[in-house]
């Protein structure tokens, strides 16, 4: 059952991920799952953003059309939908090539503003560093969503930066990062403008920062099926929980995020367990 008072969408990229070795492709991308894994959630959730024409795009959107995520608002384009090629080795994803987004790239998103009433129904607003948004942050801060952004793992530390004036919660992969660097990287986003920072490190433990307290959670060790799409899992479950519960006053703060690290890293070891980013794999 979906929960009615917590709307939540993803604006930026969609891509099917084209699984070579077994000729199949999933659907996903960073905020097309953070849509799809808050529906999982049990919210009311959306995407928005560009599909291409071709049968990369007819299946990502028949994929969101049966779990029931709202795309009414997204734009089809003539052209080839975003596509990444790669084949997993023991579980570990491993990308070959890219069309960076296919003819999504070539389309302003200046659009995603055509229904000002829209974007002001939702809770949480999730981007991120594959999304060619980042020049509409600061028309998107005026708007009443929280700002949630994903620079990923290869963002350039003062163009990342520059944008955290614009963010709530950013979010940071740095798996060959030493815990000083991370650290660092954490109370700077904080001082330039985000209330919360995280950085994911792979196997070792997730750091947060919120400007008064620094935060640690342990991943939890499991033998994955496949790693594509843990990151997005781990921010939307860590997002769903922080969210809903922060309107409790009862709750302290510093609970509150100890309890969503704790739900956000059982999430992501449970969508490790799945094939693509979240199934619905389409054989070719």
Same mark, same amino acid.
């Given at each position: 059952?979906?929960?009615?008072?917590m709307?939540?969408i993803?604006?930026?990229?969609?891509?099917v991920?084209?699984?070579?070795?077994?000729r199949?492709?999933? =659907?996903g991308g960073?905020?097309?799952?953070?849509?799809?894994?808050? /529906?999982?959630?049990?919210?009311?959730?959306?995407y928005l !953003?560009?599909?291409?024409?071709?049968?990369?795009?007819?299946? *990502?959107?028949?994929t969101l059309?049966?779990? !029931?995520?709202?795309?009414?608002?997204?734009?089809?384009?003539? !052209? =080839?939908n975003?596509?990444?090629?790669?084949t997993?080795?023991?579980?570990?994803?491993i990308?070959?090539?890219s069309?960076?987004? !296919?003819?999504?790239k070539?389309v =302003?998103?200046e659009?995603?503003?055509?229904d $000002?009433?829209?974007?002001?129904?939702f809770?949480i607003?999730?981007?991120?560093?594959?999304?060619? $948004?980042?020049?509409?942050?600061?028309?998107?801060k005026?708007?009443?969503?929280?700002i /949630?952004?994903?620079?990923?793992?290869d963002?350039?530390? %003062?163009?990342?930066?520059? @944008?955290?004036?614009?963010?709530d919660?950013?979010?940071?992969?740095c798996?060959?990062?030493? %815990?000083?660097a991370?650290?660092? @990287? @954490?109370?700077?986003? *904080?001082?330039?403008g985000?209330?919360?920072?995280v950085?994911?490190?792979? =196997?070792?433990?997730?750091?947060?920062?919120?400007g008064r /307290?620094w935060?640690?959670?342990?991943p939890?060790? *499991?033998?994955?099926?496949?790693?594509?799409?843990?990151?997005?899992?781990?921010?939307s479950?860590? @997002?769903?929980?922080?969210?809903?519960?922060?309107t409790?006053?009862?709750?302290?703060p510093?609970?509150?995020? %100890?309890?969503?690290?704790?739900e956000?890293? *059982?999430?992501?070891a449970e969508?490790?367990? $799945?094939?693509?980013?979240?199934?619905?794999?389409?054989?070719?």
């Amino acid at each position: 059952m979906k929960d009615g008072s917590m709307k939540v969408i993803g604006i930026g990229d969609n891509v099917v991920d084209n699984y070579i070795h077994i000729r199949t492709m999933f =659907p996903g991308g960073n905020a097309l799952n953070f849509s799809v894994y808050a /529906s999982m959630l049990g919210c009311d959730s959306a995407y928005l !953003g560009v599909f291409g024409s071709d049968d990369s795009a007819r299946h *990502v959107q028949k994929t969101l059309a049966d779990i !029931g995520v709202d795309t009414s608002h997204c734009l089809c384009v003539d !052209g =080839p939908n975003g596509q990444a090629i790669l084949t997993i080795e023991d579980g570990e994803r491993i990308f070959n090539s890219s069309n960076e987004g !296919g003819i999504s790239k070539s389309v =302003p998103m200046e659009f995603i503003f055509d229904d $000002l009433d829209y974007l002001q129904s939702f809770s949480i607003v999730h981007t991120g560093a594959y999304s060619y $948004l980042d020049r509409y942050l600061s028309k998107m801060k005026q708007l009443n969503p929280l700002i /949630s952004y994903d620079f990923s793992d290869d963002f350039d530390r %003062e163009h990342a930066l520059s @944008l955290c004036r614009y963010i709530d919660f950013g979010f940071f992969s740095c798996s060959e990062w030493s %815990e000083e660097a991370v650290m660092e @990287l @954490l109370e700077e986003a *904080v001082n330039r403008g985000c209330t919360m920072t995280v950085a994911t490190r792979g =196997p070792r433990e997730v750091i947060l920062f919120d400007g008064r /307290s620094w935060f640690r959670q342990a991943p939890l060790a *499991v033998k994955p099926k496949d790693t594509l799409g843990a990151g997005d899992a781990f921010i939307s479950g860590f @997002l769903i929980s922080y969210c809903k519960e922060k309107t409790n006053a009862s709750v302290p703060p510093d609970s509150l995020i %100890e309890k969503a690290l704790g739900e956000a890293v *059982v999430f992501a070891a449970e969508i490790c367990q $799945l094939q693509g980013a979240f199934g619905h794999g389409l054989p070719y």
